[in-house]
Structures are given as C-alpha cells and as structure tokens.
C-alpha cells in the first residue's frame, strides 16, 4: 500500500521534530525530507516528489506566503498545509495563505509539555494528512450508504426566516465566494459555524464584510438578529439562537465539543430550530467530518429547507458529504451556485414544492 510522502518545511528545530515523532506513528505517512526555509523547500520538492508539504509561515530567506505562491506556478495540485501560531499576524497571514492556494492550516502548539505538543500536532495534523494524502494510504474508506440526491418533498415548503451556514476545511475562501455573490442584504438573518481558533475568526469576518460589503461580524452574545444581519461564531465558544418574546438573540458558551469542535454546527443548527421551528434554511458546505449532520436532521424533521455543497467543487467532501448521503439535502449544488439558491429560497415567502430529482429547484434568482 502506497504512503503519503510528506515534506516538513519550518525554520523551527522543535517543530521539525515534533511533526517527525507524529509521523513516525502514522502507518499511513513517511517524512521523506524536511528543509528550514523556503527556498530550501523549493529545490527539495523537485527532490524528493513529495505529496503533501505542510510549512511554517514566518521564516527567515523566503517566507511561507512566498514559498506557496512559488509554489503554486509549477505545483498548483500540490496540497499544502499551513503551520500557524495563534497570534492576530499569523491569522491574519493564514486567511491571505488561504486565498494564495493554501490546502488547509494547523495552529503550533502554545506551551506546555513536549508530550501535550506532541498529542496536539496529532490531533490536527494526522487527520489533514489521510484526507489530503495519497488515496489508499489510510486505508479502505467505508462505502457511502446511498447515492447522494436531493430528497424529494410530499408538502409545499414554508417561508425561510433565519440560514444557517456550516463549514470547516476549506470554508473561508468559500464563504467569500457566496457572499460576493449576493448583491444586496438578504431579507433574513444568516449565522455562521466556520471551524477556527479564536482571532481567526474574527479576522474572517472583517475579511468577509469588506470583500462583500455587507454586513458581517464575529458574534459577541447578546445580538438581536435583524434582516441583512450576518454574524460568525467566535472561536472556541458554540453560538446558540434564543427566542425572548418577539425578538431572536445569540447567546454564546463554552459547553462540550461536539464532533470535537467548538464552536459546532450542530449545537447552532439544533438551536435555530428550537427558535424558528421549521423556517430555517441549513447550509453545509466544505468541510472534514460530519458535524452539521444530526443539525440538519433536526432542520428536515421540522420541516426546514438543506442546501449542501457538491462533491466536486468541495476541497474535503466530509460535512455536506455526510448530509447528501444521509438523503436530508433539498439541492446538492456547486460553489457557484449556493448564493443563488440562498438568494431564491430566503426570501421570507413560502416556495412551490420542487419537482421530485431535481437539483436546484426553480425559483427567482438573486436580486
């Protein structure tokens, strides 16, 4: 069975080494090379082929931003996973790594025992490597249970009042594909699950709303959702909706993980159907593993709206993967195409059913 080549690039001794004990204890991984700068990393790729690179952001000679886009001229297949700290200049610097071409991104440690360091490069890298590594490498993977199609409905679908928008992996440079689709605020308040660390998402947020001009913002508790309202949950903390009378508020907290996120889809899409009941349009889109699934059954059972994006156009198809499979989904569609399908369907106003297999269902497209 093949192995993921990896390639380590960081100016970091400790780094280095903590990426090669992780390694050294993933049957499915061999490190075939490490370098300590970018340019170093540029010849050792034609050097030793590898198929994933995962590299520092800050190093001296040729940095990381330099690096991937050097990078992306002969390799733009290559996946490449980002290594970050927790700092706003290096969340900042992840987002634009992001928007160059970036696969995806890990935090560095932040203190704490070597063994600790060591558990959380596991934790976060090991998993980014099977999914974008060599296919086989890590394993059969289980079948699908059924052919992803959208669900057909026996009732005419109600008014949408709130979206609910899930993603992780791949997430912020789709969100700002979506919203620099929509020409103007929506008619209904959208919340936002973006699997990020704290800082990030803030950042993504302001990056959101100054690339779309409108109105986004990381959630702080407390917010009275209105029409044209788009809010973000903030890292490490679940993002809950709350009816009070006439009004619906955010409402934060740091309860468990869930599907080992925080914040998770799932929390916030249970709590926008205990607060909207079935006027809820659910969003899925790219993204590792499966949190927003039991969200979305919660959303279907009470008679709301699941729009997920397709396989094709997702960089990891793990959460709307999940619900398509699951036979939950009303419209499995491209990238392209999701602002469209929040446009037609998050008007405030009831929809014709659609018809049975089809997988945009008709309706006005955006204004």
């Given at each position: 069975m093949p192995k993921t080549r990896v390639l380590v690039v960081d100016d970091s001794v400790?780094?280095?080494?903590?990426?090669?004990?992780?390694?050294?204890?993933?049957?499915?991984?061999?490190?075939?090379?490490?370098?300590?700068?970018?340019?170093?990393?540029?010849?050792?790729?034609?050097?030793?082929?590898?198929?994933?690179?995962?590299?520092?952001?800050?190093m001296p000679e040729m940095d990381g931003l330099t690096t991937l886009a050097e990078i992306r001229k002969t390799h733009p297949k290559l996946p490449v996973i980002m290594f970050s700290t927790l700092t706003e200049r290096a969340a900042a610097a992840t987002l634009k790594a992001l928007t160059l071409g970036a696969t995806d991104y890990v935090t560095k440690?932040?203190?704490?025992?070597?063994?600790?360091?060591?558990?959380?490069?596991?934790?976060?890298?090991?998993?980014?490597?099977?999914?974008?590594?060599?296919?086989?490498?890590a394993g059969p993977r289980p079948p699908a249970p059924m052919v992803a199609r959208p669900a057909p409905r026996?009732?005419?679908?109600?008014?949408?009042?709130?979206?609910?928008?899930?993603c992780s992996t791949g997430g912020p440079n789709a969100l700002t594909a979506v919203f620099e689709k929509i020409p103007a605020p929506l008619a209904v308040p959208v919340v936002i699950v973006q699997h990020m660390p704290p800082v990030f998402t803030r950042l993504l947020a302001e990056r959101l709303r100054a690339q779309s001009g409108l109105s986004v913002h990381e959630a702080k508790g407390g917010e009275t959702l209105a029409p044209g309202g788009i809010w973000v949950a903030p890292g490490d903390h679940h993002m809950i909706v709350r009816r009070e009378g006439t009004e619906f508020r955010l409402a934060l907290h740091q309860g468990p993980q869930e599907n080992s996120c925080r914040p998770a889809a799932d929390v916030l899409f249970r709590s926008v159907v205990d607060a909207y009941g079935g006027n809820v349009l659910g969003?899925?889109?790219?993204?590792?593993?499966?949190?927003g699934l039991r969200g979305c059954e919660h959303v279907r059972e009470a008679g709301g709206q699941i729009v997920v994006q397709d396989e094709a156009t997702s960089v990891v198809w793990g959460m709307p993967g999940a619900v398509?499979?699951?036979?939950?989904?009303?419209?499995?569609?491209?990238?392209?195409?999701?602002?469209?399908?929040?446009?037609?369907?998050?008007?405030?106003?009831?929809?014709?059913?659609?018809?049975?297999?089809?997988?945009?269902?008709?309706?006005?497209?955006?204004?």
């Open positions: 400790v780094i280095r080494r903590l990426i090669a004990d992780a390694l050294s204890a993933e049957p499915s991984c061999e490190l075939v090379g490490s370098a300590a700068n970018g340019k170093i990393a540029l010849a050792k790729i034609l050097q030793v082929n590898p198929d994933i690179v995962t590299m520092d952001i800050e440690p932040s203190g704490g025992s070597l063994e600790a360091s060591l558990q959380q490069v596991r934790e976060q890298l090991l998993p980014k490597l099977r999914a974008f590594g060599v296919p086989g490498a026996s009732a005419p679908l109600g008014r949408i009042d709130v979206v609910a928008i899930g969003v899925v889109m790219t993204g590792m593993g499966y949190d398509a499979t699951a036979g939950l989904a009303d419209a499995i569609v491209p990238l392209n195409q999701i602002a469209v399908e929040i446009c037609r369907r998050a008007t405030g106003k009831p929809r014709p059913t659609p018809r049975t297999g089809s997988l945009s269902p008709g309706g006005d497209p955006c204004p």
